[in-house]
């Protein structure tokens, strides 16, 4: 398994700041992947991060308004920019430790709620 | 794109009792997660069916992924108030690229 922590937990926001959202597993692993959780909603891929290249975004999720780092293997992050209502949601980060897709771990989330 | 239609969306049992929720997807599955999640809280990782035909139990859970891979169910038996909570399925694209149903809420009263 793997353990995963971030963040903040949550956090209230004005709308037009930029909020970073941090990520930290137990063990070292090749992808990070952040989602996104709207108000009654089901999760959606944000992006895919490895270390030493750019992230890669899903359709709709652009760099300019969620850039993410990825520093080393066990450590990422995710900013929230120019935030508006409309990113209110929770953001979690999602392991897959073993590289073989057979077990995919989330974080806590982080709670976000911009006014 | 995939996309996982669950059923119900909404169960309301007695404890002690059994259930069965529902994962029908519109493509081929290649891997069929099960995650449990509190309200506004992170996931629960339960089971992960890959084979047809295959299942797995954990506890009172048990999930299987029928023969065509297309359909996948979670039964739990003897239901707790423990159990109680959001079941999410998710269908693996790609080795963390995950397609989520939109969720089954489970309410058992004691």
């Known amino acids: 398994s793997a353990v995963i922590s971030q963040k903040p937990s949550r956090d209230i926001c004005q709308r037009g700041t930029s909020l970073t959202i941090q990520c930290q597993v137990d063990s070292q692993v090749t992808m990070m992947f952040w989602y996104r959780q709207q108000p009654g909603q089901s999760l959606t891929l944000i992006a895919t991060?490895?270390?030493?290249?750019?992230?890669?975004?899903e359709s709709g999720f652009v760099i300019d308004k969620f850039p993410i780092s990825r520093p080393n293997l066990t450590f990422s992050t995710l900013t929230v920019s120019n935030m508006s209502p409309e990113d209110s949601s929770i953001y979690l980060c999602?392991?897959?430790?073993?590289?073989?897709?057979?077990?995919?771990?989330f974080g806590p989330g982080t709670r976000l709620t911009v006014t | 794109s995939q996309e996982l239609e669950q059923s119900p969306q909404s169960l309301i049992v007695q404890e002690g009792k059994n259930l069965t929720i529902n994962c029908t997807s519109s493509?081929?599955?290649?891997?069929l997660y099960w995650y449990k999640q509190k309200y506004g809280e992170g996931l629960i990782f339960l089971m992960m069916l890959q084979k047809g035909g295959e299942e797995k139990s954990h506890e009172k859970i048990t999930a299987k992924l029928d023969e065509k891979k297309q359909q996948s169910s979670l039964h739990i038996t003897a239901s707790q108030p423990s159990h109680a909570g959001i079941y999410l399925c998710?269908?693996?694209?790609?080795?963390?690229?995950?397609?989520f149903g939109q969720g089954t809420i489970l309410t058992v009263h004691p």
């Open positions: 999602s392991v897959n430790p073993y590289d073989r897709g057979d077990e995919q771990y």
């Open positions: 998710g269908a693996d694209s790609s080795y963390g690229k995950l397609t």
């Open positions: 991060a490895n270390q030493g290249s750019e992230a890669t975004y």
């Open positions: 493509k081929t599955l290649y891997g």
